[in-house]
C-alpha cells in the first residue's frame, strides 16, 4: 500500500514530520518498508526562465536559448519543440545529478555552440513517462527555487506492508485513522461523502440473480447514472498523486475511480452507459463464456463466478475487474457508476482461478466496508460532477446493505492478564473510539461494537490488540519467564537423544552431514520399490521434485555425482531424516543413511589410502547400533534380507530376530548407480534409528565388571574351507566348543590365489581363552583347541591347514 | 706398595683408552674380576701380617674403589655416545605431511543450530517436540484459525498431495504450528514445547527454497502474557546470538492463529555492506509471535478462559545465515562437499548452555 505525506495529510490535520509519521505507522501495525524522498534526487534541478529562444545557427531542429538561473544570464542549446521565449522551465547547470540515469552534467558543445545546461523532460526527472517536450513550469514559479517544490513532487512516497486483516488500511482515510487514535493529530471530516441529490430516475435500472442472492455472493449493488460528462485528461493533482503511488493516469473518469480505490479502499467502475444493452444484471457467468478485460486478457468463466451483465453480456468480473468493451474512453457522453458489494471468498476463489491481481480484488477479498457502498456512490458523484460535469440520476438500488454490529465485552484486567501492561479504561476507551469503535459501559467491563470497516475484530482478544498497539507495545514490561523447577527437566525424550547421537557417531566417524530435499525425481524413487500414487505432489516445484521420498538415500547419490562432476570423488555423506512410506500423517520413518566412495584417504606418502568398500559402512552402522545401546555383535547379517538396490552378493540386511530389521548395508547396484549419475562403486547403509529397541531395563546402572585376574590365551587355527563358506559360520562354531572359556573369535587372515587351489580360500583365526578359576594348563588348551577344530571342521567341512 | 702404585696407572690408563663397553668389560675382567689382578692382591693379603695387611688393604681398597668408579664412569659416558650415535641414525624428516585423518566429519549447521536453539530454550524448561511432515487440512490450517479460502492460505504457498477419496488433500505442512495443535491436543497444561523440524512452501527464488526448517515455541498455562513472551525471547536472541545485550523492537502485526500478534525485530548495522547484529539504528524482522488465538485454544480442547500462554516460529537457517555469515540460503541443501567442509561442525562442539 503507497501514498504520499501530503496525500495522507488531506485526511489528517497534523505538523508531524515524515521521520515521526513513519516510526509510528510501524510502531501500530503498518509496517513501513520504504519511504522515498523524491525531493533529494532534484536537490540539484532549479526553476529558470527563457529570456529569448533563438535559432542555432547550424542546426533546424535546435534551439540556443539565453536562460535566467536567477543569479546570472547562461546559455542553452535545447531540442526540444515546446523549448520558447517566456517560459520557465526545469534547469540542471553543470555538475548537476539528472535523476534518470544518475550522471553528472558536464558543460559541452552542441553542434559547434556551447551549451550551459540542460532543460529537463517529465523523464529525465523520473517524474513521468512524457519525455515529448521538456517540463512547463507555472508562470508564478520563482526563479532559482527547487523545482520538487514547484512540481509538488517534495511530498515523500510511504509505502507499508500490510497485514490481510486490516481491509480498512487498503486506504489512505484508514491509515490517517489509525494515526489519530495513535495521537498523530486529528483526522478530518470527508465533506465528498455527504449526498448528492439526483435530479432524475436512472434509465437503467440494476437486478441481482436469485442464485446470487441465495448465495449472499453480491449483499448489494448500487448504481447511477450522470449524464452529459465531459471525459479527458485529469487535472494535474489527480494526476500526480497516481503517478506518485505508480498508476499511469488515463482519463478522469477512470483515474476517479482509482483515486477512490487508493483514498478510501472502496473500488468503484465507471460504464460507458452508451454502449449498454438495458438494464443491469448481476448473475453467474456460464461455463465457458468468455470476456475481454480491461488488462487485454481474454478470460474464460465459470459458473462460479460473478459477472456484471446488461442483458446481452457480461460486462466485467465482479468485484475483479471490468471489461474492455464498456469502458468509458475521452468521448464517452453518458455514465453508469457502479459501487457494489461482494463476498470476499467468492472474490477470492473467482481472484485465485483466474490468476488475476486487481486493485478490486486485493480490497474485496479482504473486506470491503459495507456502508462504504452508500458513501462510496457519493464521493465519485462529487468527483466525477466537479471533474467532468454532468448531471446526476438518483441512486438506484439491488440487494441489501449488512449493518453488522459486532458487540464484545472487554474486560480491562484482561489487557493486564493478556498483555502485561495496566491500561486505565478511560484509556481504552479513548482508543476504541477513536478507531471508530461504539463503547458502553465502564470498569471493569466494557463493550465495544467493532466499526463496520473493521471485520477482522471477533473477539475480546482482537480488542485487547487495539488498545495494546495503539499504547505501543514498548509500555510492556520484559518480563523473565519463570521457571517451573530450579533445574530444568530434559528437554529430548530418550529417542531424541539418540537422534542427536546418531548425527554426531556419524560424523565422528568421518561422515559429512547433509541435508536433502524431503521430495526426489519419481524417475528415480522407482528404482528404490514400488512408488504409491499417494505420494506424488499434486502440484510439485518442478518435474524432478515430483514425489515425497521413498528413501533417504536417493537425493545423496545423485549429490554424490554432482561432487564427482565437480572434482570430488571421495566422499563420505550422511543424513538424518525422513523417507515417506505412506500418505497418511505419521506414515514416515527415521532413518540414518549414508554412503562412501572413492578412497578412505586422499593420496599420501604413508601409503594408507585404499578404496572403500563395504566394510567400511559395516562398520559405521555397527558402531551405531553399538553407540545406541545395542551390542552389534548380537545382530544377524542377512546376506539374502537386503533390498534390490543394492548389489545383491555385497549386501546384507541387519536383523534382531526375523522380524526386526534395523538396517541395510552393502555396496550398491551398479544399475541404480548409472540411473543416479554415479561412476565408480559406492557403498552405503541404512539404518531404522527407531527399530533399535531401547534398553528395558531401568536406571543408569551398568553390569558389574567381571575382570578375571588370570592371565588369557590366544591361539591360531588356519583352515582351508570351500569358498561359500561364510566366515560367521566359522566364529559362531568356534565360539560353541567352550562358551564359557573361550570370550573372542577374531578372524586375521583370509588368502586365495596361488598356492591355493580353486573355490577354496585360506582363513585364519584366532581364539581368546579367558581362564576365571585359575591360569591354564598346556592340557587344557589342548584340550579347547581341539574341540574348536573339531567344531569347525563340523560345521564347516573344512580341513585344518599344518 | 709401589706395585699397587703402578697398577692403579696402569689400569686406570686402560679404562680410558677402552673404546667400547666390550673393551671396557675386558679391563673389569682383567682388574677387578675373579681372576683380576687388583682381585688377585686382594687375595694376598690373608698371607700378610696383621699390621702390614691393614695398611696394605687400606690402600689396596682405595685403588679398588678407585678403578671401580673410573669403568662406572667410563660406562655411562660410552653408552651415552651409543646412544647419541644411534638417535644420529635415526633422523627422519618430520616435515612430511601427517597421516591422513579419517575421522574428520562435520555436523551440518542446521542440525548445530536446532541443537543450539533446543540448548537456550531447554535451560528455560521448553521440551522437544516433533510433529509429521505430511499433515492434515485440521491440523496445518483449520486449528489454527485458517478457514478455507481465507486470504492467510495464500500468504502461504501450499504443497498439496493427491485428493483422497473423502476429497480431502493433505498437505506439506507449510509450517511448524501444527505440532502446537498435536501438543495441545494430547497434553494438559502447563505446556512448553520447541518444535524444530521440515517445512514446505512451493517457492523456489534466490531467498526461498521448497523446502526449509523452522522452530516455533509454545507456551500454555493460566498465568503467561506478553511480558514473559518478550522476557522469553530476549533472553533467547542475547544467548544465540552471544552478544551481552541486543536491542529489540515488537511490532504489531498479523497471523491467523495468535491475537495479539507481533513481529520482533532486532538491531543491527548495515555499514559498508556488512551486517552486524546487535549494533546500529537498523532493525532485522527475525521472527513472528503472539498470544495464541483463543479459537485454536478452543480448537485444541482447551478452554481460552482458563488457559492461555505464548506462541512463535522462527527461520532456521535464516538465523544460521545471520550467525555464522552463510550468504545464500540455496546452499543449504546442494550437499557440495566444499561447502559442507566449510561451514559444518566438529562432532564433539555439542552445544550446552554451561560450555555455551
Not at chain 1, 533529494?40 to 535559432?55: H, N
Not at chain 2, 546487535?278 to 481460552?304: K, S
Request: aromatic share 6%.
Amino acid at each position: 500500500m503507497k501514498f504520499t505525506l501530503n496525500w495522507l495529510k488531506q485526511h489528517l490535520d497534523t505538523d508531524a514530520s515524515i521521520e515521526v509519521v513513519a516510526e509510528k505507522l510501524t510502531d501500530i501495525g503498518l509496517e513501513i518498508e520504504s519511504v522515498t524522498d523524491r525531493a533529494a534526487a532534484l536537490a540539484d534541478i532549479r526553476v529558470a526562465y527563457i529570456e529569448e529562444a533563438g535559432q542555432h545557427p547550424d542546426a533546424d531542429r535546435l534551439k540556443l536559448c539565453r536562460v535566467n538561473t536567477g543569479d546570472k544570464m547562461i546559455q542553452v542549446v535545447c531540442g526540444a519543440p515546446n523549448a520558447r521565449t517566456g517560459l520557465k522551465v526545469a534547469l540542471a547547470q553543470p555538475g548537476a545529478i539528472i535523476p534518470i540515469d544518475g550522471s553528472k552534467l558536464k558543460p559541452g558543445k552542441i553542434r559547434g555552440v556551447e551549451s550551459q545546461g540542460m532543460m529537463c523532460s517529465t523523464r529525465e526527472l523520473c517524474l513521468g513517462e512524457d519525455h515529448d517536450g521538456i517540463i512547463e513550469l507555472p508562470e508564478d514559479a520563482e526563479i532559482g527555487a527547487p523545482v520538487a517544490a514547484v512540481l509538488g513532487a517534495d511530498d515523500p512516497i510511504i509505502e507499508i506492508g500490510l497485514t490481510p486483516n486490516r481491509p480498512d488500511c487498503t486506504g489512505v482515510r484508514g491509515i490517517a485513522r489509525d494515526l489519530a487514535a495513535a495521537g498523530i493529530g486529528t483526522l478530518k471530516a470527508d465533506p465528498r461523502q455527504e449526498a448528492v441529490a439526483g435530479s432524475f430516475d436512472s434509465p437503467i435500472g440494476v437486478t441481482i440473480s436469485g442464485e446470487i442472492a441465495a448465495n449472499n455472493a453480491v449483499p448489494a449493488f448500487y448504481g447511477r447514472y450522470i449524464r452529459g460528462v465531459k471525459n479527458g485528461e485529469s487535472p494535474d493533482w489527480l494526476k500526480a498523486r497516481l503517478e506518485a503511488i505508480g498508476l499511469r493516469p488515463i482519463s478522469a473518469l477512470v483515474d476517479i475511480t482509482n483515486l477512490v480505490t487508493h483514498d478510501l479502499g472502496r473500488p468503484l467502475h465507471v460504464f460507458d452507459a452508451d454502449k449498454l444493452s438495458g438494464d443491469i444484471n448481476v448473475r453467474y457467468a456460464t461455463n465457458g463464456e468468455k470476456i475481454a478485460a480491461l488488462d487485454n486478457k481474454e478470460y474464460e468463466l465459470s459458473d462460479s463466478m460473478v459477472v456484471i451483465a446488461d442483458q446481452a453480456k457480461a460486462l466485467g468480473i465482479g468485484g475483479i475487474i471490468g471489461g474492455e468493451e464498456t469502458g468509458c474512453l475521452d468521448e464517452t457522453v453518458n455514465v453508469l457508476v457502479e459501487c457494489a458489494l461482494f463476498d470476499p471468498i467468492s472474490i477470492a476463489k473467482t481472484g485465485r482461478k483466474l490468476q488475476i491481481n486487481s486493485d478490486a480484488r486485493y480490497r474485496f477479498e479482504r473486506g470491503v466496508d459495507p456502508q462504504s457502498i452508500g458513501w462510496g456512490m457519493e464521493v465519485a458523484t462529487h468527483l466525477i460532477t466537479e471533474i467532468c460535469g454532468g448531471e446526476v440520476s438518483h441512486v438506484v438500488k439491488a440487494g441489501e446493505v449488512p449493518n453488522p454490529r459486532n458487540a464484545f465485552d472487554l474486560r480491562i484486567d484482561r489487557i493486564l492478564e493478556l498483555g502485561g501492561v495496566a491500561v486505565e479504561a478511560d484509556r481504552a476507551i479513548e482508543i476504541l473510539t477513536a478507531l471508530g469503535f461504539e463503547v458502553s459501559g465502564s470498569a471493569p467491563v466494557i463493550t465495544a461494537v467493532a466499526p463496520t470497516w473493521r471485520p477482522d475484530i471477533i473477539g475480546e482478544a482482537d480488542l485487547v490488540e487495539e488498545v495494546l498497539r495503539i499504547v505501543g507495545y514498548d509500555k510492556i514490561p520484559t518480563v523473565a519467564l519463570e521457571r517451573e523447577t530450579s533445574l530444568p527437566v530434559p528437554a529430548l525424550s530418550p529417542m531424541q537423544k539418540r537422534v542427536g547421537l546418531t548425527r554426531r557417531v556419524l560424523a565422528s566417524r568421518g561422515l559429512y552431514e547433509t541435508v536433502t530435499w524431503s521430495f526426489t525425481d519419481s524417475r528415480w524413487a522407482k528404482l528404490f520399490g514400488e512408488l504409491k500414487e499417494g505420494l506424488y505432489l499434486a502440484n510439485p516445484i518442478s518435474s524432478d521434485l515430483d514425489v515425497m521420498r521413498p528413501n533417504a538415500l536417493i537425493n545423496m547419490i545423485a549429490a554424490a555425482g554432482r561432487n564427482q562432476a565437480r572434482g570430488f570423488a571421495d566422499l563420505s555423506l550422511f543424513e538424518v531424516g525422513p523417507e515417506f512410506f505412506g500418505d497418511q500423517p505419521g506414515d514416515q520413518r527415521l532413518v540414518a543413511a549414508g554412503l562412501r566412495a572413492g578412497s578412505t584417504t586422499p593420496r599420501s606418502w604413508t601409503g594408507s589410502r585404499r578404496d572403500v568398500d563395504v566394510f567400511d559402512v559395516k562398520a559405521d552402522v555397527e558402531a551405531l547400533v553399538d553407540a545406541l545401546g545395542t551390542n552389534a555383535a548380537n545382530l544377524q547379517v542377512n546376506t539374502e534380507g537386503a533390498p534390490a538396490w543394492y548389489h545383491p552378493g555385497r549386501s546384507a540386511a541387519l536383523q534382531l530376530g526375523p522380524k526386526n530389521v534395523l538396517g541395510y548395508f552393502g555396496e550398491l547396484h551398479p544399475k541404480v548407480l548409472k540411473a543416479l549419475g554415479v561412476k565408480g562403486r559406492v557403498v552405503a547403509f541404512e539404518l531404522f534409528v527407531e527399530n533399535i529397541p531401547m534398553p528395558k531395563k531401568k536406571g543408569t546402572a551398568r553390569p558389574a565388571l567381571n575382570a578375571s585376574s588370570f592371565q588369557s590365551v590366544e591361539r591360531d587355527f588356519a583352515f582351508l574351507l570351500d569358498d561359500d563358506v561364510k566366515a560367521e559360520a566359522i566364529v559362531k562354531a568356534a565360539r560353541s566348543a567352550d562358551r564359557a572359556l573361550i570370550t573372542d573369535v577374531t578372524i586375521f587372515d583370509l588368502y586365495a590365489g596361488k598356492g591355493i587351489e580353486d573355490g577354496k580360500k585360506s582363513l585364519a583365526f584366532s581364539i581368546t581363552l579367558q581362564p576365571t578359576k585359575a591360569t591354564l594348563t598346556e592340557e587344557e588348551i589342548e584340550a579347547v583347541s581341539k574341540k574348536v577344530v573339531e567344531a569347525v571342521q563340523k560345521a564347516t567341512g573344512g580341513s585344518l591347514r599344518a | 706398595m709401589e706395585n699397587i702404585e703402578a697398577l692403579r696407572e696402569e689400569v686406570l690408563a686402560e679404562v680410558e683408552k677402552a673404546v667400547d663397553l666390550a673393551a671396557l668389560e675386558e679391563v673389569r675382567i682383567s682388574a677387578l674380576g675373579k681372576k683380576g689382578r687388583i682381585t688377585g692382591l686382594m687375595k694376598n693379603l690373608g698371607k700378610m701380617d696383621p699390621d702390614q695387611r691393614r695398611e696394605f688393604g687400606q690402600t689396596l681398597n682405595l685403588v679398588k674403589d678407585q678403578v671401580a668408579g673410573a669403568i662406572d664412569t667410563r660406562k655411562t659416558a660410552l653408552e651415552d655416545a651409543a646412544l647419541e650415535a644411534r638417535l644420529a641414525g635415526e633422523r627422519i624428516d618430520v616435515t612430511l605431511s601427517s597421516r591422513p585423518d579419517e575421522t574428520a566429519g562435520r555436523i551440518h549447521p542446521i542440525s548445530q543450530t536446532i541443537d543450539e536453539i533446543v540448548s537456550i530454550f531447554g535451560e528455560m524448561g521448553f521440551a522437544l517436540a516433533e510433529g509429521p511432515d505430511v499433515e492434515d487440512d485440521f491440523h496445518n490450517f483449520t486449528a489454527l484459525n485458517i478457514p478455507p479460502e481465507h486470504p492467510a492460505r495464500e500468504m502461504q504457498d501450499t504443497f498439496y498431495l493427491p485428493e483422497q477419496e473423502d476429497g480431502s488433500r493433505l498437505v506439506l505442512r507449510t509450517h511448524t504450528s501444527p505440532v502446537q495443535i498435536r501438543t495441545m491436543q494430547s497434553k494438559t497444561p502447563p505446556i512448553r514445547i520447541i518444535a524444530p523440524g521440515r517445512t514446505y512452501r512451493s517457492d523456489s527464488d534466490m531467498t526461498h527454497t521448497p523446502m526449509f526448517h523452522q522452530v516455533e515455541g509454545l507456551v500454555i498455562d493460566k498465568k503467561t502474557h506478553m511480558g514473559h513472551l518478550k522476557g522469553c525471547l530476549l533472553e533467547f536472541v542475547k544467548t544465540y546470538f552471544e552478544l551481552d545485550d541486543v536491542p529489540v523492537r515488537y511490532r504489531p502485526s498479523f497471523f491467523p492463529f495468535t491475537e495479539p500478534s507481533a513481529e520482533m525485530d532486532i538491531g543491527c548495522s548495515r555499514k559498508g555492506g556488512e551486517l552486524k547484529i546487535g549494533e546500529g539504528d537498523d532493525w532485522l524482522e527475525i521472527l513472528g509471535c503472539g498470544m495464541v488465538h483463543p479459537r485454536v485454544l478452543a480448537a485444541c480442547g482447551l478452554d481460552p478462559n482458563e488457559y492461555q500462554g505464548f506462541a512463535f516460529g522462527m527461520g532456521i537457517e535464516r538465523i544460521a545465515m545471520l550467525k555464522y555469515g552463510i550468504p545464500d540460503l540455496r546452499t543449504f541443501f546442494d550437499t557440495d562437499l566444499r561447502w559442507l567442509k566449510h561451514y559444518g561442525f566438529v562432532p564433539l562442539d555439542v552445544p550446552n548452555m554451561v560450555r555455551g
